[in-house]
């Protein structure tokens, strides 16, 4: 799945981590063989050392097979396996995962509050993936003018120097002008995602009419900080490792997707979510009982 990953310094395969790592199997590795010899020279036999030695070397290639899965392919991060055929040609089906009920809260939305999708993004604004989906997201938003609703969420990686800065700018434009506002800020900062330093940020507010000396304010006082703080710790807590980071009604969809994969998922959930109105759920909880339970009613699978 192509996306924007932790650096070395946060990565599972760090050398720090892997070393440590190693130093546990090569301990566990010497354990084991030992019984076996133990276990060989108890029934008078010799061929105990080759079975202790293949042990040692099996738990060392698995520990390194589940590291290698446990840190996604990324272009950020050199101590990554080489990119698989997910990472070379884009996103990869995976085998559905549990839904995830994410809080809206007061998170900017595009789309009707009571649409029967709900797509909550948690999105970095240097990262080129996320600018990639955004514009999937607007051809679905076409598609499904009355059916979807789009909530963005902050998760700016530490090592997007300008992520962060630019999500305070989006916060500002939303609170000087309401989501249009920061809608407005947001397809700029996607549009001109190598150009964020703080300098393009005031450009960025002054072609959106902004009042420059309260966007100044925000910005060098960092307003809007805690509140970009607690998306990302609300991200931690339901498992964003990377971005783009997708919840299609509760349904986890990891990294930047091709349009018709993602359409595909959207319709599954239209579907479902319509079965939900027949049985008589309200549009208004729709997304509460799709996020929880798949909208299934009592003894039917998700």
Not at 91 to 110: K, L, M
Not at 207 to 220: C, K, N, P, T, W
């Amino acid at each position: 799945m192509a996306g924007c990953h932790p650096p070395p310094a946060a990565c599972n395969v760090s050398e720090e981590r892997l070393a440590r790592r190693l130093a546990e199997l090569l301990e566990d590795a010497a354990e084991e063989r030992a019984e076996l010899e133990a276990e060989a020279e108890a029934e008078g036999a010799h061929g105990g050392e080759g079975s202790a030695d293949d042990a040692g070397a099996d738990l060392i290639a698995a520990a390194a097979a589940a590291a290698a899965r446990s840190c996604p392919p990324c272009p950020s991060c050199p101590s990554c396996p080489t990119p698989g055929p997910a990472a070379a040609g884009g996103a990869r089906r995976e085998a559905p995962a549990e839904r995830v009920h994410v809080p809206v809260g007061s998170s900017p939305a595009r789309g009707p509050a009571g649409a029967l999708v709900t797509l909550i993004i948690f999105g970095d604004y240097q990262c080129p993936f996320c600018a990639r989906e955004m514009s999937v997201l607007e051809e679905l938003r076409a598609r499904h003018a009355r059916e979807l609703r789009v909530v963005f969420k902050h998760y700016p990686l530490p090592f997007h120097t300008g992520a962060r800065p630019a999500a305070e700018a989006a916060m500002e434009a939303g609170a000087q002008r309401g989501d249009e506002g920061f809608w407005a800020m947001h397809d700029r900062l996607y549009t001109n995602i190598r150009d964020l330093e703080i300098e393009a940020l005031y450009r960025h507010a002054a072609a959106l009419g902004l009042d420059g000396e309260r966007f100044a304010v925000a910005l060098s006082r960092h307003v809007h900080v805690p509140a970009i703080e607690a998306d990302v710790a609300l991200g931690g807590r339901v498992g964003v490792r990377g971005t783009p980071a997708m919840f299609v009604n509760g349904r986890r969809v990891n990294g930047a997707v091709p349009l018709e994969q993602l359409a595909e998922i959207i319709d599954q959930e239209l579907a479902a979510a319509r079965r939900a109105l027949r049985r008589g759920v309200p549009r208004a909880r729709i997304y509460e009982t799709m996020a929880r339970r798949g909208g299934a009613g009592p003894g039917e699978d998700p």
